[in-house]
């Protein structure tokens, strides 16, 4: 059974010495929790897809300490380097083509030869990868296709028989994934929406950034961004302008949603109408209306600007059919 151990010093080195011996550890970032093993020893990764659950053709992102130590991992381009600076530490994923010498495991890359790395801002996060010496990969510590945790008690709930340590750092404050980007031939691509808006990264690059157009084989996208993902039990019905009996409500922002007093549950993701207040509660409301739902999840219309297209993008695939 999985131990919960509320950071400290102690547990931090204590989580480092677990990954070094080449098991798993759930460990706090700013975005989600991470399930963290050493992206150089092909066990230890193969341990976390076995955890998981997860398709191995899915590619995990490695984290790092520093610019220098992703730089040993990875090439940059100027594109690149300038997000980078601008955005590290933080909820930003590069993918970048790897150096020769790059010692990560191709497990932990589904043999591709390009790597995401990203500098995460979270303490416990940037301290357990200093403590053990190592890039660590960390895909969000849930069951394949489960809602992310955003607390070590989400993470227990999926993962308890499966993983020795849980480190609890409490809430996340982010509350949704890194945004992925992925500069080719100088052009910014957005792999995947997360919790970096696209309007900042496009104030910084002084131009907008390339989404996938839907059916284009050549365009590149996050090969692990499936369709049904995040997937609570329940159906979930988005842009809903009104809630029906047995239905739990996902509401966004002060308007009142018609049916809402005969609705199983009530969430408001951000009364006041924040996206970014909105992100961090999104996964654990999702679980919770999930707990509740009668006959499936109702959500509000949400604005798809700033973190609206992180959330909506989530949200998408949590209504996908499956
Ligand atoms: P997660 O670990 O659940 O946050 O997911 C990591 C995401 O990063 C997945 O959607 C992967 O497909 C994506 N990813 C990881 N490595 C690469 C890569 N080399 N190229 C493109 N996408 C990647
Ligand atoms: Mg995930």
Redesign the pocket.
């Known amino acids: 059974m999985a131990r919960i151990e509320p950071v400290s010093a102690a547990a931090i080195a204590h989580a480092a010495d677990v990954i070094r011996a080449g098991q798993v550890v759930a460990f706090p970032t700013e975005t989600v929790y991470g399930l963290g093993a050493d992206a150089t020893n092909g066990r230890a990764v193969a341990a976390i897809y076995e955890a998981k659950g997860r398709p191995s053709f899915?590619?995990?992102?490695a984290h790092v300490a520093s610019l220098a130590a992703a730089e040993a991992l990875v090439e940059f381009d100027p594109i690149s380097r300038r997000l980078a600076e601008a955005f590290w530490p933080g909820p930003l994923?590069l993918?970048l083509p790897m150096q020769p010498d790059c010692p990560i495991s191709s497990l932990a890359?589904a043999g591709?030869d390009?790597?995401?790395v990203r500098l995460p801002a979270h303490p416990v996060a940037r301290d357990l990868i200093v403590a053990a010496g190592v890039p660590i990969v960390?895909?969000?510590a849930n069951v394949s296709g489960h809602v992310s945790p955003t607390s070590a008690s989400h993470v227990f709930g999926d993962l308890a028989r499966r993983i020795p340590l849980i480190l609890d750092g409490g809430h996340t404050e982010v509350g949704v994934?890194?945004t992925?980007v992925?500069v080719r031939e100088g052009t910014a691509h957005l792999?995947?929406p997360g919790g970096l808006a696209s309007e900042e990264l496009e104030a910084v690059i002084g131009a907008p950034l390339q989404r996938a157009e839907a059916g284009d084989p050549t365009a590149?996208i996050?090969?692990?961004?499936l369709l049904s993902h995040y997937a609570p039990k329940a159906r979930v019905r988005l842009h809903a302008r009104a809630v029906d009996p047995g239905e739990v409500l996902l509401a966004f922002g002060p308007r009142h949603v018609p049916g809402d007093a005969d609705a199983a549950g009530v969430f408001n993701l951000s009364p006041t109408g924040d996206l970014r207040e909105a992100a961090a509660n999104l996964f654990r409301m999702l679980r919770e209306a999930d707990a509740l739902a009668i006959t499936g999840i109702a959500v509000a219309p949400i604005p798809p600007h700033d973190l609206g297209e992180a959330i909506l993008d989530r949200l998408e695939r949590a209504a996908a059919p499956r």
Do not use: K
Not at 58 to 61: A, C, F, G, V
Not at 222 to 225: D, E, K, L, S, T
């Open positions: 899915n590619p995990l992102i994923t993918v890359t591709l390009t790597l995401a960390a895909p969000s994934e890194s992925i992925q792999l995947r590149p996050a090969p692990g961004m």
